[in-house]
Structure formats: structure tokens, C-alpha cells
């Protein structure tokens, strides 16, 4: 029996580095026609207050012809993820016009839909950030074992190393300069011990 080669495709290493460059890209465009967006419609859109919007305002937005197509499926592409979003999709919320106009409700349908989609979010966040009981790396004040007859020993050579001018003061009591020092001196110390 001959042996075959098993041929992988070589994916270039910089081609991830390439996608997170074009959605960086990406996000900035849809994050400047936010922005336009915002300035121009301000009693429609709010990044810090949501309102539901009404179905196909895009297409009223497209009418007025301050903005091109591109540049509204841009904007509209991010507002309508943003989280603040999703979660004003209550039920019985009350959509809203290009005017300021109540157009509609929100259904059930729309509502579960969206507390799903707030549930995934969520979720995804909860994966990207380190967990809050982990400790991040070793402690920097971690005491290191040692034998049971030397603890009384290094503890009172310890304290009679360090100088009383070595103690900090008070923070009400000591300025910068004087802390400084402080810190310093009770490194030396520590260092030479």
C-alpha cells in the first residue's frame, strides 16, 4: 500500500487580522450614518432611548432624500441591533413614525421574538467577558510557603528592617511627594532584606 499526502489548504495567517479589519471598517460606516441619522431625525432616534420604530421606515426615510439608500440600510443595520433596542421591543409598545407619530403596537410575536434575540445577546456578551470570581492571574501579594520554624524569625527581622520613616502616613496627612518617598524607602527595605 503507497501512502497518500493529505493536502490541507494553507489559510493565509493574516487573513483573520483582513476580516476583523473589514468589520471594523464596516462598523464605522454604519456608525457614521447612525450618526446622521440621529442628527437628523433626533426625535426618532435615540441611542440612549429606543422607541420602536414603525415596519418600512426605511422606505419613509428613502422619500425624504437626505440620506442614499446605502447610507439608511447602514444606520438602520446597527440601530435596530443595538441592544437598548431589542429590549424596548415590549409588547403593546407603541411604534413610532418618521414624525414622532404612534403608528402601531408591538405583537406578542415581535415582543418573544425580541426577548429571544435579547437572550442571545446577552449570552454572547456573558462569553466574551472573563468571569467574575476568576482570579486573572497570579496574586501579587500571594505568600510563599515556608518552614514552620523560620515564620517567627523572618517575621521579626521583617519588622525591625523596616525604618519608622518608612511608615506611610495618613493620606489626610501626607502629600504626594512625601508618600512617594514613603513607597520608595519601604522598597529599598524590602529589597535588601
Do not use: W
Request: aromatic share 2%; hydrophobic share 30%; glycine share 6%.
Amino acid at each position: 500500500m503507497s501512502e497518500q499526502q493529505i493536502i490541507t489548504p494553507e489559510v493565509p495567517e493574516n487573513s483573520q487580522q483582513k476580516q476583523e479589519a473589514k468589520r471594523k471598517k464596516e462598523y464605522e460606516a454604519n456608525r457614521k450614518a447612525l450618526d446622521e441619522l440621529c442628527l437628523l431625525y433626533p426625535e426618532v432616534f435615540d441611542g440612549a432611548k429606543p422607541k420602536p420604530l414603525q415596519i418600512g421606515i426605511h422606505e419613509a426615510i428613502a422619500t425624504d432624500g437626505k440620506l442614499s439608500k446605502t447610507r439608511i440600510r447602514r444606520a438602520l443595520n446597527l440601530y435596530v441591533r443595538m441592544r437598548s433596542y431589542v429590549a424596548a421591543l415590549t409588547e403593546n409598545a407603541e411604534r413610532i413614525t418618521l414624525g414622532g407619530a404612534v403608528t402601531g403596537k408591538v405583537s406578542a410575536e415581535e415582543a418573544s421574538h425580541a426577548l429571544e434575540k435579547l437572550t442571545e445577546i446577552d449570552r454572547k456578551r456573558a462569553l466574551k467577558r472573563p468571569a467574575a470570581g476568576k482570579p486573572k492571574g497570579p496574586r501579587k501579594n500571594a505568600r510563599k510557603p515556608t518552614p514552620s520554624g523560620d515564620r517567627s524569625q523572618k517575621t521579626a527581622n521583617t519588622k525591625s528592617a523596616i525604618e519608622p520613616s518608612a511608615v506611610a502616613k495618613p493620606v489626610e496627612q501626607a502629600d504626594s511627594g512625601e508618600r512617594m518617598q514613603n513607597k520608595l524607602a519601604a522598597l529599598v527595605n524590602k529589597r535588601s532584606n
